[in-house]
């Protein structure tokens, strides 16, 4: 209704800048009595015209009337010549002025409506369905691909449990199968641990103390956790998990100390010390003559999935560090990648989906390409920490 108005009142002051420049040669008696005339004529064709459908209505023919009376008239432009040479009647002005009301309403209605201006930001935001609303919350983390980049069995769980459970090593000189966990501070090593047990006793269990809040390492020694059968009470099953001090500036554990347990060398309950790492003369921590059971038979490096992208090139160099080392010994290395379902809210509602998000992906692809362990070594997990 605005713009409406807005070229009505556009229309009517190039009428009137045309009629002054008529009223202007004319007495004052005579324009008068033109003016009431020109007035009535006006109001007749409005009166006729209301009778009609037009594009939009725009109030009585006695408000338009008045309306343009009341709007104040424009100075006259031009010279006297040039007013000498308009030849135009109010009253003929009438249906002209209609015609070109006609086509700017036409106009209008052909234009598609432009997107709505927000009043606090002044940005032009077009509607969009409450889907994709939903969608853009979320960000970019809920993108996902049509089908899994990886095949993934979820409905044998009990046959997987069951190998597990019955697991021997096959080597009469090796009692339990070491699994040794290393990674950056606070990206859930000991929760990791815990997650393992809960499945194992169907129920919530805390062996390893974990913190969800502090920015240092919880872990402070070097501790080993075997999970117990419950068949058999008193026994446990085949592997353990050894647990150890975050990587972290100059306040995390020495890449020489991991080097040192994965070899056997690092007794059990020796405290780290970031400052000072193990050394060959200590007699009383440093294991010399370390058993196949004391060295670690599979690395496992915990990362945290929201944290690869800000971890620091020396984060990423430790970690290069220890797992060229393990290499060398010829031991088998995974990536355990923590805590997805904070990453991808779509993996939160559906843990099933994590191999469609693409945002998870694209960080296990950064870790790789960062650290070396192929992708196929790097597997998403949900800790049991609700």
């Not at 432009?77 to 009438?94: E, L, Y």
């Not at 008193?234 to 998990?241: E, I, L, N, Q, W």
């Not at 020396?314 to 010994?329: C, G, H, M, P, V």
């Amino acid at each position: 209704m605005r713009d409406v108005l807005k070229s009505i009142d556009t229309i009517r002051q190039e009428a009137d800048k045309r009629m002054r420049a008529q009223q202007s040669r004319q007495s004052g008696q005579q324009c008068e009595l033109m003016k009431k005339e020109d007035s009535f004529k006006v109001q007749e064709t409005l009166k006729d015209r209301a009778e009609q459908p037009h594009p939009v209505a725009v109030g009585s023919p006695e408000q338009t009337t008045v309306a343009l009376k009341q709007q104040p008239s424009p100075p006259s432009v031009g010279s006297k010549t040039a007013n000498k040479n308009v030849q135009i009647q109010f009253g003929s002005m009438d249906d002209k002025i209609w015609e070109q009301i006609k086509n700017r309403l036409t106009t209008q209605k052909q234009q598609p409506s432009p997107p709505s201006i927000s009043s606090q930001t002044g940005q032009q935001t077009e509607k969009q369905p409450s889907d994709q609303k939903q969608l853009n919350k979320m960000g970019s983390s809920c993108s996902e691909f049509s089908t899994p980049w990886r095949e993934m069995s979820w409905r044998d769980k009990e046959g997987t449990l069951e190998k597990l459970r019955t697991f021997t090593s096959g080597n009469p000189n090796l009692g339990k199968l070491r699994i040794l966990l290393n990674g950056p501070v606070g990206v859930g090593k000991s929760s990791f641990i815990n997650s393992i047990n809960n499945i194992f006793q169907e129920r919530l269990t805390t062996p390893a103390l974990a913190d969800g809040i502090g920015d240092q390492s919880f872990t402070k020694k070097y501790t080993t956790y075997f999970t117990d059968d419950p068949s058999m009470p008193g026994s446990t099953y085949s592997f353990a998990f050894t647990d150890v001090m975050g990587l972290e500036g100059d306040q995390g554990v020495c890449t020489s100390d991991i080097i040192n347990a994965i070899k056997g060398h690092v007794k059990e309950g020796y405290e780290f010390n970031p400052r000072a790492p193990l050394s060959k003369d200590d007699s009383y921590w440093y294991n010399n003559s370390p058993s196949l059971e004391d060295q670690a038979h599979c690395l496992v490096t915990v990362v945290d999935a929201n944290k690869i992208a800000i971890m620091s090139d020396e984060t990423f160099r430790k970690l290069r560090e220890i797992r060229l080392a393990a290499s060398k010994l010829g031991i088998p290395q995974v990536v355990v990648v923590t805590k997805v379902d904070e990453l991808c809210p779509l993996v939160k509602e559906e843990l099933k989906t994590e191999y469609k998000c693409k945002l998870l992906k694209e960080k296990m692809d950064q870790f790789s390409a960062k650290v070396g362990i192929p992708v196929n070594c790097i597997l998403p997990v949900k800790d049991y920490h609700n």
